[in-house]
């Protein structure tokens, strides 16, 4: 599968800028005391107290209903899931709509860590050491047309492979969306690995997104398309519970879930001394990410 927008960035010319940016690692302004701003001049590394969770937690505790609604039945089933050969359709609003094969788009991309902050909207969280690209690249290089609003995606749907698809607990195949400002923000990534190693199944192989400032079910596993529309496309979580999940989600303390508190966090590990710490706004990263929301009312539009 050759096409010409992925031969196009292979073959650009590579800068020291990316060369460095290849080794930048982030975390929340609020969390490390860099952000974005930071990053052309230094790497960060993780703030003291909050080391990246361990490869077993980040690994065998996880949401992904297509396996099963128990936090361990995704590293006990996603296995089944085929993720070679793989392809991503892109389509929609693009100059270059295409299918296109997984390994073809990471010759494309450009990979680096991003240590980021990981919050579940059940108000549990950890800090993962992705491997991945920005989703930003990938938009540029389908060639986003102008009257293009957001960003739809869809994660696989194999019955035969996903035991948990044959309950209605979600309207499948998962389904999610971003606004496109949040697509292109630079946070804003798709991982294809954890610790420096391709990433499970039980996380999303072979590729799913990561918004850091948001819930985490915005975060789509195993992503299979990318349609760019200028209609705010349907979300899973939305749509089966209006009331509950909206269609931003961004991280809030100030914003209640209607069960629950959202105003701290269980961090995930440390076995018996694991912790509660209070939710930070947009899970840290508001330096970076706040304007992206200038003028709206975040307890109406959740
Ligand atoms: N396709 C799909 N994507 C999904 C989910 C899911 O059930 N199916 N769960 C979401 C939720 S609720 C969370 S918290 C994160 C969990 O990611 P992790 O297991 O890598 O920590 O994935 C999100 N992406
Ligand atoms: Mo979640």
Known sequence: MANRWINTLKDKDVTPE?????????????????????????????????EPNSYEEITSYNNYYEFGTGKDDPARYAGKLTTTPWTVQIDGMVDNPGEFAFEDIMKAMTIEERI????????????????????????????????????????????DEM????????????????????????????????YGKDIPNQNGAPLRLVVPWKYGFKSIKSVVKITLTDKQPATSWNKANAREYGF??????????PRWS?????????????????????????????????????AKDI
């Open 18 to 50: 990316d060369m460095f940016l290849n080794r930048r690692q982030i975390m929340g302004g609020a969390l490390a005391g860099v952000g974005l701003a930071g990053m052309g001049s230094s790497v960060s590394a993780a703030p003291e107290g909050l």
């Open 116 to 159: 980021y902050k990981f919050r579940c909207v059940e108000a549990w969280s950890m800090v993962v050491p992705w491997n991945g690209f920005e989703l930003a690249d990938l938009l540029n290089m389908a060639g986003v047309q102008s009257g293009a609003k957001y960003v739809a995606f869809e994660t696989a749907l194999r019955p």
């Open 163 to 194: 035991p948990g698809v044959a309950y209605p607990v979600l309207d499948w195949p998962y389904v999610e969306g971003l606004r496109l400002d949040e697509a292109m923000h630079p946070l804003t990534i798709m991982a294809t690995g954890i």
């Open 248 to 257: 931003y989600s961004n991280v809030n303390p100030e914003v209640d879930h």
């Open 262 to 298: 959202q105003a701290s966090e269980r961090l995930i590990g440390g076995g018996l001394f694991s912790k509660r710490v209070p939710t930070l706004m947009f899970n840290g990263y508001e330096g970076e990410v706040a304007g992206l929301y200038e003028g709206m009312d975040l």
